[in-house]
């Protein structure tokens, strides 16, 4: 095997390592941006206490079963819903958003060397958690935004469209800026790791995140919506990335 294979699959194997660990970071930011707010807020003793769930192979590398364990019915009971909307949005806006935000602010002068995959991967897990909240489950019956729709006393369908400026900003900054920011440099010209940082970019957003809503129990608007970002998005998406980052800088 040639030593340019080699390192190409050395370097696939450290992506799936960071893309396994940011997507772990990503996660339990958001759950812990829930807990903290509710802890601030005097629902929960401990910011820390997730429900972790159990020890499955699901569990222990995507964190499956984790859950933020927050009373949400003693909020609900005691009359505080604004209070619940704040914890429920706390989740993809402070846990995943304004990390997004504060992140590439402090590195997008540093977007090469060792810790520029990280911080790519990162950036990535947060714009598609909030991706999965919005558009994907923005109007399903539970989750997160159905807990703030209900805790502000208004319709899924009312906030949705102020949720979805926000979203889409972000998610328009990401792969405006970030991805051809972020992938030339760590790609260095080769086309094999840049092929492979575009193909587990859109298969992670517009696929693992996207197609949350593909569960019946989110409801119809959400199957849509997950329709759209894996059969619609997800190929847009890759042919406008490999311009983006290879084919027009070759040119």
Same mark, same amino acid.
């Given at each position: ?17 960071? +893309? ?32 972790? #769930? #159990? ?25 505080? #819903? ?53 558009? +994907? ?7 997160? +935004? ?66 949350? #809503? ?16 894996? +059969? ?20």
């Amino acid at each position: 095997m040639r030593a340019s294979v080699r390192s190409d699959i050395h370097f696939a194997m450290r992506t799936a390592i960071l +893309i396994l660990v940011t997507h772990a970071v990503a996660y339990l930011t958001h759950e812990y941006a829930h807990t903290t707010m509710a802890w601030m807020l005097g629902y929960m003793t401990n910011p820390l206490a997730l429900d972790y #769930g #159990g020890l499955t192979p699901a569990n222990l590398i995507l964190l499956s079963d984790v859950d933020d364990n927050v009373p949400y019915d003693a909020v609900f009971a005691g009359g505080h #819903g604004s209070a619940a909307a704040a914890i429920a949005l706390a989740g993809p806006f402070i846990g995943n958003a304004l990390l997004y935000v504060c992140l590439y602010a402090a590195c997008r002068r540093r977007a090469s060397g060792r810790m520029a995959a990280a911080t790519f991967w990162l950036l990535l897990m947060c714009a598609g958690n909030v991706w999965s909240y919005v558009p +994907i489950r923005a109007l399903a019956t539970h989750a997160d +935004i159905a807990l703030a729709a209900r805790g502000l006393q208004i319709g899924t369908v009312a906030l949705f469209p102020l949720l979805m400026v926000p979203s889409m900003l972000l998610v328009g900054h990401f792969f405006a800026k970030a991805c051809p920011l972020f992938i030339r440099n760590i790609a260095q010209g080769n086309q094999a790791r840049a092929l492979l940082m575009i193909a587990m970019t859109t298969t992670w957003f517009f696929s693992f995140f996207g197609r949350v #809503g593909m569960s019946g129990s989110y409801g119809t608007a959400a199957q849509f919506f997950s329709i759209v970002s894996e +059969i619609v998005l997800l190929p847009i998406a890759l042919a406008v990335l490999w311009h983006q980052c290879v084919a027009d800088v070759d040119a």
